[in-house]
C-alpha cells in the first residue's frame, strides 16, 4: 500500500505562553546562550547553505508545520533517521506552532565550527550548525541526541522504556554490594577517547572501559563526565553531580576517580545519588520536546529570510517515515510516536543569564575542577 502525507494535522488553539505557569527546568537557559552570537545580525540564507559542503548530513526546512528535508550524506546508522523522527514527533504534539525555519544538522560525534576560526567580529558570521553536542571552543547548537528515541543497532530503548530500567536496576543491588569498576561502553576511535584503550590495557587499578554517554547507565553510582556539553549537561556541578574527567590526561584522572571512590564510599554514592535524581527529576520526554521547541522557536526569530523549500527536499510526515523499516527500528518508533496534540503549551522559557550569574556558574565549576586536577597531580 502506498502511504502518503495527511493534507493536514490537527490544530490547536491553546495559548503557548502558558503551561501550568510552569517555568522550564534551568538548563533551558543555554538556549540563549547557544544562539547568542547571531543575536544581533541575525542569520542570512547564505550563511546557513554554507554548511552543506561542510560535511553535515541534512537541511531541515519547516513551513507551515510541515518538514521537508533534503539529505547532503548519510549519517552513521540511524542517527538521522531518529532526530527527524523526533522532529516529527514535536510537530504532532505542538501542531502548526513552530515558525518557518532553515536548518543544517551535523549528526557525527565532533564539533566543527570553531570559534578559533571565527575570532572577533567574525563571530557574528558563524554558520549555525545544529549538532547533539558542543563544547567551549566551538559554536555548534546544541540539540537533544537521537538516542531519545531509541538506537536500534545497540538495542538502546527509548528514553521512557529506559529510565524505567535504570529505575529497576538500581534495586537489583546496593551501593556497598557493587563491584568497583569505571565501565564505557562506546566508541573509543576518536578525540580524546583514544586514550581509553591504554587505559584499558592496565590491570592494576579497576577500570574495565569507561562509558561513553552517561544518560545510558544506571545513574544510582559514582560516575565520569562525559567530554562534552549534551543540552542538560551545563546544568550539573562537578563533585556534586559527577567526577570531572581530564581530557588531558584521561587514565590517571580515571583511576583517581575510582581510588577516590573507594576510599570515599559514603561521598562517592551521595555524587550518584544527586546524579540520578537530577536524571529522574529533570530529563524526561516532555522536557526533550520543549527544549526542542523553545530552541527551534528562538533560532527561527533569528532568520533574516524567508525559508523556501530546498530543489530535491522530500516531505516528512510519521505515518509515512514509520512504514518502511522492520525489526527495533520499527518498534521503537511505534513506542515513540506522538497520538495527537498536546492539550497545553510547552513550559515557559527562562531567560538568558545575566553576565554576572554566568560568570559566577562558570567560574564555580572552574574552581572546583582546579581542585580536583591538584588532587590528581598530588596522586601522580
Known amino acids: 500500500m502506498n502511504i502518503t502525507c495527511p493534507a493536514n494535522y490537527p490544530s490547536m488553539t491553546y495559548d503557548l505562553n502558558f503551561k501550568s505557569n510552569e517555568t522550564c527546568p534551568e538548563y533551558f ?18 550563511m546557513v ?3 552543506q559542503d561542510n560535511g553535515t548530513h541534512f537541511r531541515l526546512v519547516i513551513m507551515n508545520g510541515i518538514a521537508y528535508v533534503k539529505q547532503y550524506g548519510k549519517a552513521y546508522q540511524t542517527r538521522d533517521t531518529y532526530t527527524l523522527w523526533g522532529i516529527l514527533q514535536l510537530l504532532k504534539l505542538y501542531p502548526g506552532r513552530l515558525p518557518d525555519l532553515d536548518l543544517v544538522f551535523q549528526c557525527h560525534d565532533l564539533t566543527t565550527i570553531k570559534k578559533d576560526d571565527y575570532k572577533g567580529t567574525k563571530a557574528a558570521f558563524a554558520p549555525p550548525q545544529f549538532h547533539y553536542c558542543g563544547d567551549d571552543s566551538t559554536y555548534d547548537i546544541v540539540f537533544p541526541d537521537w538516542s531519545f528515541w ?11 522504556p529506559l529510565l524505567k530500567d535504570f529505575k529497576e536496576g538500581n534495586l537489583v543491588k546496593n551501593w556497598t554490594s557493587r563491584e568497583p569498576y569505571a565501565f564505557w561502553k ?11 584503550k591504554k587505559c584499558n590495557s592496565t590491570n592494576d587499578w579497576n577500570v574495565v572501559i569507561v562509558k561513553q554517554d552517561w544518560r545510558k547507565e544506571e545513574e544510582d553510582g559514582f560516575r565520569n563526565s562525559n567530554l562534552s556539553k549534551q543540552c542538560s549537561h551545563r546544568s550539573l556541578i562537578p563533585m556534586v553531580h559527577y567526577w570531572p574527567a581530564n581530557p588531558d590526561n584521561l587514565c590517571h584522572s580515571i583511576k583517581c576517580a575510582v581510588d577516590w571512590g573507594n576510599k570515599n564510599t559514603p561521598k562517592a554514592q551521595e555524587i550518584g ?23 527551534l522557536n528562538e533560532y527561527a526569530k533569528l532568520l533574516k529570510y524567508r525559508p523556501t523549500i530546498p530543489e530535491g527536499a522530500i516531505e516528512l510526515c510519521s505515518e509515512k517515515f514509520a512504514c518502511s523499516p522492520m525489526g527495533l527500528e520499527a518498534t521503537f518508533k511505534k513506542e515513540t510516536m506522538v497520538n ?6 510547552p513550559c515557559k522559557l527562562p531567560p538568558p543569564y545575566d553576565s554576572n550569574t554566568l560568570e559566577a556558574i562558570l567560574d564555580r565549576n572552574a574552581k572546583i575542577k582546579q581542585v580536583v586536577e591538584m588532587w590528581e597531580k598530588g596522586s601522580a
Open 29 to 46: 537557559r543555554w538556549i540563549h546562550e547557544d544562539l547568542k552570537i547571531w543575536k544581533e545580525k541575525g542569520i542570512t540564507r547564505e
Open 49 to 51: 547553505e554554507s554548511l
Open 150 to 160: 531509541g538506537w536500534p543497532e545497540i538495542n538502546i530503548k527509548p528514553w521512557v
Open 186 to 196: 562506546g566508541n573509543v576511535y576518536i578525540g580524546p577517547r583514544r586514550e581509553l
Open 273 to 295: 545519588k544527586a546524579g540520578s535524581k537530577f536524571i529522574f527529576d529533570q530529563i524526561k520526554m516532555e522536557n526533550v520536546y520543549d527544549y526542542m521547541f523553545h530552541l
Open 340 to 345: 495527537g496534540p498536546s492539550e497545553h503549551g
